[in-house]
């Protein structure tokens, strides 16, 4: 791989952390890294360690956690607000991904998080695949 590819690789990156919200497909994340869209999945999980697929819907999920806390949205209008078009695999996302379903996640009580900064908060509530640590310290960026 080279730096250039590695450079294409984290704009993609970059483009999924920024508009995670917006239909994101590999393909067209493949067209902005001047790659083919096999070459751009197995260069992407060779450089981050996932597929892009789970990378951005780890983006989603965490931003619905987000949402979720807050408690103003129902789960249908965190699914949408976060750029999941179906309510069932969202919700099955993040049941894998949280270890609860959504509405049980935004049905408990979350102040004993409130005053911790959210950049700190980000770190502890980055949700995680099922096999991985429990307390574990988070992949680096």
Same mark, same amino acid.
């Given at each position: 791989?080279?730096?250039?590819?590695?450079?294409?690789?984290?704009?993609?990156?970059?483009?999924?952390?920024?508009?995670?919200?917006?239909?994101?497909?590999?393909?067209?994340?493949?067209?902005? @890294?001047?790659?083919?869209?096999?070459?751009?999945?197995?260069?992407?999980?060779?450089?981050?360690?996932?597929?892009?697929?789970?990378?951005?819907?780890?983006?989603?999920?965490?931003? @619905?956690?987000?949402?979720?806390?807050?408690?103003?949205?129902?789960?249908?209008?965190?699914?949408?607000?976060?750029?999941?078009?179906?309510?069932?695999?969202?919700?099955?996302?993040?049941?894998?991904?949280?270890?609860?379903?959504?509405?049980?996640?935004?049905?408990?009580?979350?102040?004993?998080?409130?005053?911790? !900064?959210?950049?700190?908060?980000?770190?502890?509530?980055? !949700?995680?695949?099922?096999?991985?640590?429990?307390? @574990?310290? !988070?992949?680096?960026?």
């Amino acid at each position: 791989m080279t730096l250039e590819d590695l450079v294409r690789l984290r704009r993609a990156r970059d483009r999924m952390d920024r508009d995670y919200a917006e239909p994101l497909d590999v393909p067209a994340l493949a067209r902005g @890294a001047l790659m083919s869209p096999g070459h751009f999945s197995r260069s992407f999980r060779a450089a981050y360690g996932e597929t892009p697929y789970s990378y951005l819907m780890t983006r989603r999920i965490e931003r @619905a956690k987000a949402l979720l806390r807050r408690g103003d949205l129902s789960v249908t209008e965190v699914c949408f607000a976060v750029g999941c078009t179906s309510l069932g695999s969202f919700s099955s996302r993040f049941t894998e991904l949280v270890g609860e379903s959504p509405s049980a996640y935004r049905a408990r009580p979350h102040e004993e998080g409130a005053a911790i !900064p959210a950049c700190v908060a980000k770190i502890h509530t980055r !949700p995680v695949r099922n096999g991985e640590a429990k307390g @574990a310290p !988070p992949p680096v960026a």
